[in-house]
């Protein structure tokens, strides 16, 4: 008795472990990598000066091409610039 209900529960657990890696690439969301760039090169202190509450929606704005590229306060001239060479590669590639 106690043999078939491991049996029993080593066959759900995996039965339902395939479903889940399956479903877990078929159901993949795609993030771009420009966006992971944008955001890791923002100094991430959510501080709101730029006038985004975290650096991630100021991130989107400019790969959005919603705002301008030098309002991080905290980052000043040299995240600008890095964000522009992001900018320049998302545009030729």
Do not use: R, W
Request: aromatic share 8%; with cysteine.
């Amino acid at each position: 008795m106690i043999i078939e209900a491991i049996l029993i529960m080593s066959g759900l657990g995996f039965i339902f472990g395939f479903i889940l890696s399956y479903a877990s690439k078929k159901l993949e969301v795609k993030v771009d990598t420009v966006l992971q760039d944008l955001i890791g090169c923002l100094p991430g202190v959510n501080c709101g000066a730029c006038g985004y509450p975290s650096c991630k929606s100021y991130a989107e704005a400019v790969f959005k091409e919603e705002c301008a590229k030098d309002l991080c306060k905290v980052g000043k001239k040299p995240v600008e610039d890095k964000i522009n060479e992001i900018m320049l590669k998302k545009k030729t590639s």
